[in-house]
């Protein structure tokens, strides 16, 4: 079956730290560009992070930047959201997404990802 699975999220304190992951099921990250996008409650869903397995590409959101990173491991087939000094703010459901690596939309159009996971939640909170 060809799916994306996440998990990590939890309940962390201000100023923690989270490590999300992103498991490929049924095919690898070859070729692919991988994306993380979050959807807090009554919003809509935002793009925080974005690689291209096959270049340097690497976009963030400004509200992530310094603070928020990503990484692969292929032998896992995983992809990793790693989440340094956690906000409240960076609270909501975060979701990993995938699409061809030859597409040149925005990385930030959602409609563009051909692949999403179920989401993790992701609570900061003293």
């Known amino acids: 079956q060809v799916r994306l699975v996440e998990s990590g999220g939890g309940l962390v304190q201000p100023g923690g730290s989270l490590r999300l992951s992103c498991a490929a099921s049924g095919f690898t990250f070859d070729y692919y560009a991988i994306a993380w996008f979050r959807q807090a409650p009554g919003k809509g869903r935002e793009g925080v992070l974005y690689?291209?397995?096959?270049?340097?590409?690497?976009f963030y959101a400004d509200s992530v930047k310094g603070r928020f990173t990503i990484s692969v491991d292929n032998a896992k087939n995983t992809v990793y959201l790693q989440m340094n000094s956690l906000r409240p703010e960076d609270t909501a459901v975060y979701y990993c997404?995938?699409?061809?690596?030859?597409?040149?939309?925005?990385?930030?159009?959602?409609?563009?990802?051909?692949?999403w996971g179920q989401g993790t939640q992701v609570t900061v909170s003293s």
């Open positions: 690689s291209h397995t096959r270049s340097s590409d690497t």
């Open positions: 997404a995938t699409r061809s690596s030859l597409i040149s939309h925005s990385w930030l159009a959602t409609n563009s990802y051909t692949m």
